[in-house]
């Protein structure tokens, strides 16, 4: 034992087996992190198609996208009015009106047809349109009744705690009156 | 603490056991002989009464699952199933969810207890973090349990909490998903919620086994907070300990039993009873009422800090709150454990309570709940009656030149004796311009003792003086108003000064009372509530 080196072979297997088990050890657990992560089956259920040809102006339709709602507004006049007057206001998170309605694809959207993922950017609960007797907006878009978020009529954040706008459903059109979510 | 062994086998199989597993020696010297202060008052007791606790939640929580469907579509319906036609899950249930609450005003008393007492303090700091590690796990478990009946509040409560971890910068949204598994809450988010909270009460018992036996190592604190120095200073733990705990555990359970069979749906919110629906946000979304503090703290911050964002400082906040007990025995710098003798201390540990328990009361309002309006909301409504209306398009080069050239069409108006001029920018380059000239100035002040009923009022007056003026302006004058989110931030601001700032400076300034020199001597001056 007199000629042992340093370092010698012990040494050596120990840091080559120590070195081997750890990989082997990453890559044990990652299956068992990664089978957390959204299956195949539910990223499937990624787009939905909606009909616009029914809708009224002034009206709303929430359709289900990811499991999530998403608000489809057919605007008035006086709301896309408001919603390009404001793009000028002070706003929290600036945005044109114009660059709300765009589809997915960056191509312009149809003014009246407003696509918004509808859950509070402050904590994910769903606000309330302007015809809802829970209504307490002051900018005639949509009022959070979880802790006082108040949108405009292009889905802008203009008062409460929540730090974002709507976030913008990204869809594209199919036809006229048929848009894909997703 | 515990000395040798004083374990004798009697009979032939005890001491054919002892010399193959000493069990029965092991639970003689843990829960016989082993010598507790003989002062301990009935806030001891509560140790006893939360492993019933854990318990009673796993025995009736093991039944459940037995019922129970993780299924977005029939978990609500399976609860119903086993409340009304499984035999005595009528009882077993509200057993498990009133156990909850019930396991939480137990582990609260026992840590007011811990803080008050010192019994964080050197040798014990090991076996105080392994209690903030069963709290802390003991409040995972709650929240997913509250998730599996699949109600509207376990709905949006899972919805709010998880969307706390997307206020993490940058790889926040991935974490979101990765922890719902999908890209909203739903059925995946059910099936693993499901399957952690059977998983962690068992964890939680083996950290309790832990903390059981950092506790025999250390050895009980007591009232006095002075170290048992002679045989004098203890009892055996039977049969006194063991009695003062089944009487303490009596009275508790008959508390229990109260909300059992005539409060069971007390402590629970009446929404949970409406099945989950992610398309409607019930009105008001409060957590059950012992995390309520701390979810004060989360939405008390309502404004950034430098560049964090105000959602991710009351995360940071909320989160703080808890790992602030975890390094409690390094704050506090007193050498004398008990607030017994902290006259000092004391008042700030009452108040501190206080600051607790009115956290609870701001998680359970809505924020912006007024408390105290000085005042009435008012309002001044002035218009021009019977003026001449003239109106005006303003367009200018550019948006950039937009407001200049509204500040100049606004100014020539007046020089052309216009007494009430509104400009209003209608676009990039686009601005309208009214002015009203002659006519008679008039004025009405409003006044109302709530803010919705002032708007109210303001729109009846434009309403009926429309017709002579179509234009009116409005001055508003906001009262004070002290409303549930201030109030929760002093709250909170209490908090964490009461760990940061007052038991660090408290320990090296303040004059402590006399201390006992042993646990025999405060018992016999009559000092100590029992023995």
Request: hydrophobic share 45%; proline share 8%; charged share 15%.
């Given at each position: 034992m007199a000629e042992e080196k340093d370092p010698n072979r012990r040494d050596f297997i120990f840091i080559a087996t120590g070195a081997v088990g750890a990989v082997g050890a990453a890559a044990t657990v990652w299956p068992f992190i990664d089978q957390?992560?959204?299956a195949s089956d539910t990223r499937a259920q990624s787009t939905t198609e909606v009909d616009l040809s029914q809708l009224q102006p002034g009206q709303q339709i929430k359709v289900m996208w990811q499991g999530k709602p998403v608000f489809v507004r057919y605007r008035t006049p006086a709301e896309i009015a408001s919603a390009e007057r404001d793009d000028?206001?002070?706003?929290?998170d600036p945005a044109s009106d114009a660059s709300r309605i765009a589809q997915k694809d960056g191509k312009p959207g149809k003014p009246q047809f407003l696509i918004l993922?509808?859950?509070?950017?402050?904590?994910?609960c769903v606000p309330l349109p302007?015809?809802?007797?829970g209504f307490l907006g002051k900018y005639g878009g949509w009022f959070c009744p979880c802790h006082g978020s108040d949108y405009d009529t292009?889905?802008?954040?203009?008062?409460?705690?929540?730090?974002?706008?709507?976030l913008v459903a990204p869809y594209v059109y199919l036809t006229d009156t048929s848009i894909r979510i997703g | 603490m515990s000395g040798p062994s004083t374990y004798e086998p009697k009979s032939g199989f005890t001491r054919w056991l002892d010399k193959r597993l000493p069990i029965l020696r092991l639970s003689y010297d843990s829960f016989v002989a082993y010598p507790t202060p003989?002062?301990?008052?009935?806030?001891?007791t509560f140790g006893a009464v939360l492993s019933l606790c854990l318990v009673s939640q796993i025995v009736t929580g093991i039944v459940i699952a037995m019922h129970y469907?993780?299924?977005?579509?029939m978990a609500l319906d399976s609860v119903q199933r086993f409340k009304?036609?499984?035999?005595?899950g009528w009882l077993i249930q509200p057993m498990h969810a009133v156990g909850a609450s019930m396991f939480f005003v137990a582990v609260y008393i026992h840590m007011l207890r811990g803080l008050y007492y010192g019994s964080y303090k050197a040798p014990r700091e090991v076996l105080w973090i392994l209690g903030c590690v069963i709290y802390l796990l003991m409040v995972g478990t709650a929240f997913f349990g509250y998730t599996l009946p699949w109600g509207q509040m376990s709905f949006w409560g899972a919805t709010v909490i998880t969307n706390l971890?997307?206020?993490?910068?940058?790889?926040g949204e991935s974490i979101h998903q990765w922890l719902m598994?999908?890209?909203?809450?739903d059925d995946p988010t059910l099936n693993r919620f499901f399957s952690l909270h059977y998983l962690l009460p068992f964890v939680i018992a083996g950290v309790v086994g832990l903390h059981i036996w950092a506790l025999h190592e250390a050895g009980q604190n007591n009232p006095t907070g002075v170290d048992p120095k002679?045989?004098?200073d203890t009892v055996p733990f039977t049969p006194h300990a063991t009695l003062k705990d089944a009487f303490g555990v009596s009275l508790f359970l008959i508390m229990f039993a109260v909300f059992v069979f005539?409060?069971?749906?007390?402590?629970?919110?009446?929404?949970?009873?409406?099945p989950a629906n992610p398309a409607q946000t019930p009105p008001e979304i409060t957590p059950e009422w012992y995390l309520r503090p701390f979810y004060a703290i989360l939405r008390a911050?309502?404004?950034?800090i430098g560049p964090i964002k105000a959602k991710l400082a009351g995360v940071i906040l909320m989160f703080g709150a808890i790992a602030i007990l975890f390094v409690l025995p390094w704050l506090d710098t007193s050498?004398?454990?008990?607030?017994r003798y902290r006259p000092a201390a004391r008042q700030f540990f009452i108040l501190f309570v206080l600051a607790a328990v009115g956290l609870g009361w701001c998680g359970s309002k809505?924020?912006?709940?007024?408390?105290?309006?000085?005042g009435p909301y008012q309002a001044t409504v002035s218009w021009i009656e019977n003026g001449s209306v003239t109106r005006e398009a303003i367009t200018s080069p550019s948006p950039d030149a937009t407001p200049a050239a509204m500040a100049a069409a606004e100014a020539a108006a007046r020089q052309r004796g216009a007494t009430s001029v509104f400009v209003q920018r209608e676009g990039g380059v686009n601005a309208s311009l009214i002015a009203i000239s002659g006519g008679t100035p008039r004025e009405r002040t409003l006044s109302a003792p709530k803010s919705e009923e002032l708007d109210a009022q303001i729109n009846a007056a434009k309403a009926t003086v429309g017709a002579a003026a179509p234009y009116v302006s409005i001055k508003r004058q906001t009262p004070f108003v002290f409303s549930v989110t201030q109030l929760a931030q002093m709250l909170t601001a209490y908090y964490f000064l009461f760990f940061l700032v007052i038991l660090p400076l408290l320990g090296l300034r303040e004059t402590p009372g006399r201390v006992p020199d042993t646990i025999a001597k405060s018992v016999v001056a009559g000092e100590a509530q029992g023995a």
């Amino acid at each position: 034992m007199a000629e042992e080196k340093d370092p010698n072979r012990r040494d050596f297997i120990f840091i080559a087996t120590g070195a081997v088990g750890a990989v082997g050890a990453a890559a044990t657990v990652w299956p068992f992190i990664d089978q957390m992560n959204p299956a195949s089956d539910t990223r499937a259920q990624s787009t939905t198609e909606v009909d616009l040809s029914q809708l009224q102006p002034g009206q709303q339709i929430k359709v289900m996208w990811q499991g999530k709602p998403v608000f489809v507004r057919y605007r008035t006049p006086a709301e896309i009015a408001s919603a390009e007057r404001d793009d000028f206001a002070q706003l929290k998170d600036p945005a044109s009106d114009a660059s709300r309605i765009a589809q997915k694809d960056g191509k312009p959207g149809k003014p009246q047809f407003l696509i918004l993922q509808a859950n509070c950017t402050h904590l994910g609960c769903v606000p309330l349109p302007p015809d809802n007797p829970g209504f307490l907006g002051k900018y005639g878009g949509w009022f959070c009744p979880c802790h006082g978020s108040d949108y405009d009529t292009s889905g802008r954040i203009r008062g409460g705690p929540a730090p974002l706008n709507l976030l913008v459903a990204p869809y594209v059109y199919l036809t006229d009156t048929s848009i894909r979510i997703g | 603490m515990s000395g040798p062994s004083t374990y004798e086998p009697k009979s032939g199989f005890t001491r054919w056991l002892d010399k193959r597993l000493p069990i029965l020696r092991l639970s003689y010297d843990s829960f016989v002989a082993y010598p507790t202060p003989r002062n301990l008052n009935y806030w001891w007791t509560f140790g006893a009464v939360l492993s019933l606790c854990l318990v009673s939640q796993i025995v009736t929580g093991i039944v459940i699952a037995m019922h129970y469907v993780p299924h977005v579509s029939m978990a609500l319906d399976s609860v119903q199933r086993f409340k009304r036609d499984v035999p005595f899950g009528w009882l077993i249930q509200p057993m498990h969810a009133v156990g909850a609450s019930m396991f939480f005003v137990a582990v609260y008393i026992h840590m007011l207890r811990g803080l008050y007492y010192g019994s964080y303090k050197a040798p014990r700091e090991v076996l105080w973090i392994l209690g903030c590690v069963i709290y802390l796990l003991m409040v995972g478990t709650a929240f997913f349990g509250y998730t599996l009946p699949w109600g509207q509040m376990s709905f949006w409560g899972a919805t709010v909490i998880t969307n706390l971890i997307g206020a993490v910068p940058i790889i926040g949204e991935s974490i979101h998903q990765w922890l719902m598994g999908g890209f909203a809450i739903d059925d995946p988010t059910l099936n693993r919620f499901f399957s952690l909270h059977y998983l962690l009460p068992f964890v939680i018992a083996g950290v309790v086994g832990l903390h059981i036996w950092a506790l025999h190592e250390a050895g009980q604190n007591n009232p006095t907070g002075v170290d048992p120095k002679t045989k004098e200073d203890t009892v055996p733990f039977t049969p006194h300990a063991t009695l003062k705990d089944a009487f303490g555990v009596s009275l508790f359970l008959i508390m229990f039993a109260v909300f059992v069979f005539y409060l069971p749906e007390a402590l629970g919110s009446a929404d949970n009873n409406i099945p989950a629906n992610p398309a409607q946000t019930p009105p008001e979304i409060t957590p059950e009422w012992y995390l309520r503090p701390f979810y004060a703290i989360l939405r008390a911050i309502d404004f950034d800090i430098g560049p964090i964002k105000a959602k991710l400082a009351g995360v940071i906040l909320m989160f703080g709150a808890i790992a602030i007990l975890f390094v409690l025995p390094w704050l506090d710098t007193s050498k004398v454990r008990s607030m017994r003798y902290r006259p000092a201390a004391r008042q700030f540990f009452i108040l501190f309570v206080l600051a607790a328990v009115g956290l609870g009361w701001c998680g359970s309002k809505s924020p912006g709940f007024s408390i105290i309006t000085a005042g009435p909301y008012q309002a001044t409504v002035s218009w021009i009656e019977n003026g001449s209306v003239t109106r005006e398009a303003i367009t200018s080069p550019s948006p950039d030149a937009t407001p200049a050239a509204m500040a100049a069409a606004e100014a020539a108006a007046r020089q052309r004796g216009a007494t009430s001029v509104f400009v209003q920018r209608e676009g990039g380059v686009n601005a309208s311009l009214i002015a009203i000239s002659g006519g008679t100035p008039r004025e009405r002040t409003l006044s109302a003792p709530k803010s919705e009923e002032l708007d109210a009022q303001i729109n009846a007056a434009k309403a009926t003086v429309g017709a002579a003026a179509p234009y009116v302006s409005i001055k508003r004058q906001t009262p004070f108003v002290f409303s549930v989110t201030q109030l929760a931030q002093m709250l909170t601001a209490y908090y964490f000064l009461f760990f940061l700032v007052i038991l660090p400076l408290l320990g090296l300034r303040e004059t402590p009372g006399r201390v006992p020199d042993t646990i025999a001597k405060s018992v016999v001056a009559g000092e100590a509530q029992g023995a």
